[in-house]
């Protein structure tokens, strides 16, 4: 089986080569780029199986490059940032990142979510199944549909443009409703992370499926906070 595939996306030589030595060691198959339109170019050559992107990068903003990626390709994104505000978090991964991890980094640990990420790489559809069992995989409460076979939300009907761990987060929640699911299994489900550094992951991509499912007109179900704990989905 090739190696995995990973663009590390980084103007600081410095970084650059020591992201590319940590990942090449750990099996994974390295190329680099220095700025946004490198990036993008290799993209359309052939795509990664995940890119390792900086926000600060010296001909784009590391934002714009993620969402022409998104444009491009399903694959995963993990931000490299020194600007760790709550500000740049959501809107990195508004924009259609996996993650992110601030810079101080340990090598070690970006390998580890590197890892996880590609534990369950994207695939390609599968073929098409007969109906009685396509209908099984879809959840439908009040006006949402979670269609989990074509990886699907609708409310009333329209598609809801959501990024993969969008999706991930609102099945997981369709698959249980009514019942609370705690930041950290969240975390486990669709991170395959149990680091809680990782929790102000869950809340950023949390505000921003409910802001998409909200601006698509959904009224009921909705997500619900439970204060120290986790979220739930309520019809």
């Not at 399903?74 to 940032?81: D, H, I, R, S």
């Not at 590197?114 to 009685?132: D, G, I, S, Y």
Request: net charge negative.
């Amino acid at each position: 089986m090739p190696a995995q595939s990973v663009l590390v996306v980084e103007d600081t030589d410095e970084i650059r080569e020591l992201v590319t030595t940590v990942l090449r060691r750990a099996g994974f198959d390295v190329r680099e780029a220095a700025t946004g339109a490198a990036c993008l170019d290799e993209v359309r050559r052939d795509a990664p199986d995940l890119i390792v992107l900086d926000l600060g990068l010296p001909d784009a903003d590391g934002t714009e490059v993620c969402r022409q990626i998104r444009a491009e390709t399903q694959c995963y994104v993990l931000m490299l940032t020194a600007r760790a505000e709550e500000v740049d978090l959501l809107i990195g991964l508004a924009v259609g990142a996996d993650g992110y991890m601030a810079k101080p980094f340990s090598p070690r640990e970006l390998v580890a979510r590197v890892q996880a990420m590609l534990r369950f790489p994207r695939t390609a559809p599968a073929p098409a199944e007969p109906a009685a069992a396509v209908e099984e995989s879809v959840r439908r409460l009040a006006e949402l549909e979670v269609d989990e076979e074509s990886r699907e939300v609708r409310v009333d009907g329209s598609v809801v443009d959501l990024t993969r761990t969008e999706f991930d987060l609102l099945a997981a929640l369709a698959s249980r409703p009514g019942r609370v699911l705690q930041r950290e299994t969240l975390l486990r489900e669709v991170w395959q992370t149990d680091w809680e550094g990782n929790l102000r992951l869950v809340e950023a991509h949390m505000s921003n499926l409910r802001r998409k499912l909200v601006a698509a007109g959904l009224n009921s179900p909705e997500i619900r906070t439970v204060r120290g704990v986790g979220y739930r989905l309520v019809a």
